[in-house]
């Protein structure tokens, strides 16, 4: 196996590999991993020996360690790395490479999981990739299999570089194409799962609850045998081509998806039949929470979205399979910019629980706006603003951000959110500040101090940046509807999404307080339950997710709701434009073409958050009619 480093641009080019560089390294084992790092170490310009090595990678590390954990000591004249197993050994490699310190490292969780939301076909309204915004997709353009097999080894050596050892390839809103990946396209997930492999990551498909019907049955009733049965062959079939596929991920009675209710059936009814099929063969069944009413009638105030997972979910508590998984995203509404953890999270202890976070920046700027959002993670993982992710969730998955983009993720920057994602997937209680730094390093090498700091300084408050400009106080979805970019204050006001922020002349937000509103603040565990539910104690973030407020209301800072909507727009869209000025002093400090492309997004970056400013703000004074305490202008 050879590597090539300097293929694509990306962290860990060549010069990275510097605590390797000239080292004499001993590796003891055998196995496919195994071969990768000694892959790894050569083309990081190590000199593989037999004996007198000063860095030595062995198995033999106490059984502790787990399947992926790893020891690293460094004495006087050599460093060792140990670990129970071979993957470990292989993380312990990267974790050497950014310098990791000395001391025994374990994942918090065992799957850490990226999804595609590739397409096979090109859809008409999706493109390639659903919500992409880094190209095409890295596995298929067209409907045909890309076959780039060297980008896609280097991009699994980027995964597995962040932690990533599981990923899904496909959309789950499965199509008529996608659906044949299951049974006569299986080669093509072979070839991609070869490349995989090699960095410790299992493959898993999206597939479609339908699928029986759609390969001839008559139904696809989770109790109807012919069902049980065909899942069972199509389900064998696979693990004959690839014994160590992952599992199935299902998107059922969702936005459209196919699911058990058509039949009168539960979602435990539904997943339970998946996961008898995959039982046999040690796969898993992700099977997804994000299932709403998404044609309800805006005129009625007592149906919520954000209530919805919780409502469905938590009356099957302990009906799953072991190897379900029911996967949750971490709002309980839709990747927005702020909101609160779903309550789900940790309201079902007899279910496996996966959390699902959004890299692919669809409500965050699409990849047009600088905006790391490891801060976001980090708080909701250690639960500043409600009860913690950490310790509630059996494993992590994010939504993948790349695409066949030269640089990954279309914005250069927001590799970061990709690599970020891995590490504290890994570590829940890593600093967002001190993984952007080694992000920095990672990709930077030989970055003078002014390159970092400024890197620093415009990507790590650039989610509460974005935020100041766009969403205020936890409303959400004030977007343009269909494509997410761009403000528009009414798109989703009076559709069947469920999306509201009920601004009216008198305030805005959205009463979900059990004493006049949805109850939805109920569904927390206290202390979070009465947080919530009290105006005074809520956090300001959160404000009008949790409640309708007077325009004069005065928030915890101080400031009226709608100065403070004045205020953070007027700053937002100042610190973008500031955002923009740091970053053209970097011009001889990184390569062209990077740099001119980062150049452009942030001159978009800048147009656009004025036009959030001014959107928002002239909507709001128009229907509070108050002017704004600083008289700056508002149209
Ligand atoms: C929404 C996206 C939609 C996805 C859906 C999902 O707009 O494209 O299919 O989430 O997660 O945020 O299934």
């Not at 065992?110 to 992409?132: F, I, K, L, S």
Request: aromatic share 10%.
């Amino acid at each position: 196996m050879d590597i090539d480093m300097s293929a694509h641009p990306a962290w860990l080019p060549p010069e990275v590999w510097q605590p390797i560089a000239g080292r004499r390294v001993r590796v003891t084992g055998d196995g496919p991993l195994i071969d990768t790092v000694r892959a790894e170490l050569r083309a990081g310009g190590a000199t593989l020996v037999g004996d007198g090595a000063d860095l030595e990678f062995g198995l033999g590390g106490d059984p502790a360690l787990g399947g992926e954990g790893f020891e690293i000591v460094r004495g006087e004249t050599r460093t060792v790395v140990r670990a129970a197993a071979p993957h470990g050994l292989l993380h312990g490699l990267f974790a050497l490479v950014r310098s990791a310190p000395d001391g025994r490292h374990r994942p918090a969780v065992a799957r850490r999981m990226v999804d595609h939301w590739d397409n096979v076909d090109v859809h008409p309204v999706m493109g390639q990739v659903e919500r992409g915004y880094a190209g095409g997709s890295l596995f298929w353009r067209a409907g045909v299999p890309r076959r780039d097999l060297g980008r896609v080894a280097a991009y699994a050596r980027l995964l597995a570089a962040c932690g990533v050892n599981a990923i899904a390839l496909n959309n789950v809103n499965v199509h008529a194409t996608e659906a044949r990946l299951l049974t006569d396209r299986l080669a093509e997930v072979a070839e991609l799962a070869a490349e995989f492999r090699r960095y410790g990551i299992r493959v898993h498909l999206s597939v479609s609850f339908a699928a029986p019907v759609q390969h001839g049955l008559p139904t696809a009733d989770p109790l109807d045998d012919r069902v049980v049965h065909w899942w069972a062959r199509v389900t064998r079939t696979v693990y004959d081509t690839l014994p160590d596929f992952g599992g199935y991920l299902v998107k059922a009675d969702s936005e459209g998806q196919p699911g058990p209710f058509t039949y009168g059936r539960t979602h435990a009814d539904g997943a339970n039949l998946l996961a008898g099929a995959l039982a046999p063969h040690g796969g898993v069944v992700h099977w997804r929470a994000f299932v709403y009413n998404h044609r309800q009638d805006w005129r009625d105030r007592s149906t919520d979205r954000a209530r919805a997972a919780h409502d469905h979910f938590t009356p099957l508590d302990g009906a799953f399979r072991d190897n379900v998984v029911v996967q949750v995203k971490h709002g309980p509404m839709d990747f927005q910019t702020r909101e609160p953890v779903a309550p789900l999270i940790g309201a079902m202890p007899g279910t496996r629980l996966a959390v699902e976070l959004q890299a692919t920046q669809e409500y965050t700027g699409q990849q047009r706006h600088v905006c790391y959002l490891a801060p976001m993670w980090s708080s909701l993982l250690l639960g500043h603003e409600g009860p913690a992710i950490a310790g509630a969730a059996d494993e992590m998955v994010a939504v993948a951000n790349v695409g066949d983009d030269p640089f990954w993720t279309g914005h250069p920057l927001a590799q970061a959110n990709l690599y970020a994602y891995g590490r504290l997937a890994w570590d829940h209680t890593l600093d967002p500040g001190a993984v952007l730094d080694e992000w920095i390093g990672l990709t930077f090498p030989g970055a003078s101090p002014a390159l970092r700091s400024t890197l620093h300084a415009v990507m790590d408050g650039s989610w509460r940046t974005y935020e100041r400009y766009t969403a205020p106080l936890g409303v959400g979805f004030m977007v343009r509807p269909g494509h997410h970019y761009g403000p528009d204050v009414d798109g989703y006001e009076y559709t069947p999404w469920g999306t509201y922020h009920h601004a009216d002349r008198d305030g805005v937000g959205v009463d979900r307080t059990m004493a006049t509103g949805t109850g939805m603040t109920g569904l927390y565990p206290e202390p979070w339950a009465s947080t919530y539910e009290s105006v005074a104690d809520c956090p300001d973030e959160l404000a009008l997710f949790f409640h309708h407020l007077p325009y004069g209301h005065v928030l915890r800072d101080g400031t009226t709701v709608i100065q403070h909507i004045y205020d953070t727009h007027f700053a937002g869209a100042a610190e973008a434009a500031a955002m923009r000025g740091h970053w053209l002093t970097l011009e001889a400090e990184v390569p062209a073409e990077l740099f001119g492309r980062v150049a452009e997004r942030l001159a978009e970056q800048v147009r656009s958050a004025a036009e959030w400013r001014d959107q928002i703000n002239a909507y709001f004074f128009r229907k509070s009619g108050v002017p704004d305490r600083h008289g700056r202008p508002i149209y």
